[in-house]
């Protein structure tokens, strides 16, 4: 048979247990030093994707031995000096400079580019974009480029063969993709002038994306 509590004894029960629902807190003895509370952990601040390539907007006033802006190579059809590179603070895309490209001379094309590793991202799409802008690109045209190489040579390239631009025109972003196919150890991106003219690059994106 179940046993029941007399009601005086159900309610001091439940005056003994207000009493300690409302007992002060405990403090801690006279003399006691005070401990501060631990400081909340600091936020790391977000980390800047920094990109795959080196100096993409031209701001860098750092060049190598051949006087090419940091990370970049210049070069031109073989023959007598045809193409002038610099860094021009003038009319940049973003930034403070861009890179321009002035013909000067009778050789079909000059171009700037960068080279990097391509053996880990086998296997992957690799993706240019870039601003360009032209004046008076009368001849081939400007375009983007993008190559694919192992040891040296070609194995595929995009060069905007069937799309280069051509005339007067304001900056406009452009991109381009190649497979990165077996045996591949090298991309080397960038930009070209095509004859007359003269061409502005700037803002420019190497990436490798799933196909």
Known sequence: MAAYLPLWAVANLALVLLGACAAPAATAPAGTPKVAPMPAAPIAPAVAQTGILRNPGFESTVVNRLGDPEGWFSFQHAGAISYRFAVDSSEPHGGMRSLRIDNIGPEPYGAIAQA????????????????????????????????????GAILMENVMQDRTVKGTTGWTRYAITLPVGKGADRVEAGAKLYGRGSLWFDDVELEFVAP
């Open 116 to 151: 990097v590793g391509a053996a880990p991202e086998v296997g992957k799409v690799v993706r240019l974009s870039g601003w360009l802008k032209t004046r008076d690109a009368n001849d081939g045209g400007a375009a983007l480029t993008l190559l694919v190489m192992q040891g």
